[in-house]
């Protein structure tokens, strides 16, 4: 098998002469393909969306992911990410009590490190930086508008056909990083995974400060640069941010929802429901809410799954990355970050197992990966938790219990480091097993 030790990545690896498709064109698909890239695979992505589009609103990354994102060119995709990202290490976040708008704490914003750094901004604007890394700097191609009909594998080799009814494309391996609805997932399963309700939905917003500034009770959200405030009260939590010097303004309020649907889906959202929500909170809450333009509103249904039993298909080809693996809830706020922490990793042991050890390869890397993730889903259920079941009178005494978790287990892991140290005795492991 090849060796090779852990480097900054400042510079690309031999050629591996695997070859790979990604499926999926979002964070982790491209993540994945870059770090294919940097491994020294050969690399393509095909996504079924036929145009690049800046949508979304607010998307974090730990600094787990920043280490990844560092490594990037030595820097330059981070630069490029700065002034696109939310700015608080003077503001902090104001945790407020839903009803009395009180600020029970202000939550200092750690100094991250150079080569770790923390990005907090919107999705399609970050989106966009690394697309157009892979794309024109890497010179990865990216096959837009090719929806995926089916997956294919042997003990040879893996795939995909179109449903454009082109002829199969074959490679070494598949990465599916294609979302929730991954066709790749029965590929692999051999079932058809149901979904469950998680019992909530969050409807969030994204819009400019134009009516903000307009208000006198609001314009100060704008006018003090980047701020970030909460208000967390009974099974509901409100997050509120000013982004790029509170020029642009965005909000999520997570709430209970148990609509009968079969996805996790987006829908265009209400004014009047979210208002009617929050007839109890701070009026603070319901002020904001009204400065958004009503098409800049969605409502969007968690639907929760429960963990897959493997990643990996029978001859193992074909890999589940990302959320089409373990999707994630926003209140763990690593969701994106878990899926560059896997793409990460495959790269390595893809390298360290060489072609003619592809299934021991992917089958290491979900070892490498499992629990790791698991751990850290459940962050999500737990910080929603103990923000919607607040026991107020301990606040009092602690305000601290009411922060939100920033983990060392979570944010000073490098996921790359980790797949080089530890490839070896997994691989021996599976083996002996």
């Not at 031999?14 to 870059?34: H, N, Q, R, S």
Request: aromatic share 10%; charged share 30%; proline share 5%.
């Amino acid at each position: 098998m090849v060796t090779n030790g852990h480097t900054n990545g400042a510079t690309e690896r031999p050629k591996t002469d695997i070859k790979v498709i990604v499926v999926g064109a979002g964070f982790g698909g491209l993540g994945a393909a870059i770090e294919c890239h940097r491994q020294g695979h050969d690399v393509e992505i095909y996504e079924a969306f036929p145009e690049l589009k800046t949508l979304g609103d607010i998307i974090s990354f730990g600094p787990n992911a920043g280490r990844i994102f560092y490594r990037w060119s030595n820097g330059e995709v981070v630069k490029r990410m700065r002034p696109l990202s939310i700015d608080l290490r003077k503001y902090g976040f104001n945790i407020h009590k839903y009803d009395t708008g009180e600020i029970v704490i202000n939550q200092k914003t750690p100094q991250y490190a150079e080569d770790a750094p923390n990005f907090n901004g919107h999705r399609g604007e970050l989106h966009e930086v690394v697309f157009n890394y892979a794309r024109d700097d890497l010179k990865i191609p990216i096959h837009l508008g090719h929806k995926i009909q089916t997956y294919f594998e042997d003990d040879n080799q893996a795939g995909i056909e179109l449903e454009s009814g082109e002829k199969k494309i074959a490679a070494d391996v598949v990465i599916a990083s294609d979302g929730v609805r991954s066709k790749a997932r029965k590929s692999v399963l051999g079932y058809e995974d149901k979904p469950k309700s998680s019992g909530y939905a969050v409807w969030r917003a994204w819009f400019p400060n134009k009516d903000m500034l307009a208000d006198p009770e609001t314009a100060q959200f704008c006018n003090n640069g980047d701020t970030f405030n909460g208000w967390i009260g009974p099974d509901m939590h409100f997050l509120f941010s000013t982004i790029k010097d509170g020029s642009d303004c965005c909000w999520v309020l997570t709430h209970p929802d148990e609509h009968d649907i079969d996805e996790s889906w987006s829908f265009p959202g209400k004014l009047s429901e979210v208002k009617e929500a929050l007839k109890d909170w701070d009026p603070m809450c319901t002020r904001i809410v009204s400065k958004t333009p009503e098409n800049m509103l969605v409502d969007w249904k968690l639907v929760y799954r429960d963990p897959l039993p493997t990643w990996v298909s029978p001859s193992g080809r074909i890999v589940l990355l990302g959320d089409s693996a373990h999707p994630f809830l926003p209140t763990s706020a690593q969701g994106a970050t878990q899926a560059l922490e896997d793409g990460a990793v495959i790269a390595v042991c893809l390298r360290r197992g060489g072609k003619e050890n592809i299934p021991v390869s992917v089958r290491a890397h979900e070892k490498i990966r499992y629990e790791r993730v698991r751990a850290t889903q459940k962050t999500g259920e737990s910080t929603r938790d103990m923000w919607h079941k607040t026991d107020w009178e301990k606040v009092k005494k602690n305000p601290e219990i009411i922060q939100f978790p920033r983990q060392d287990w979570i944010f000073e892991f490098d996921a790359e480091k980790d797949a080089e140290d530890n490839y070896d005795q997994v691989v021996k492991d599976l083996l002996a097993a």
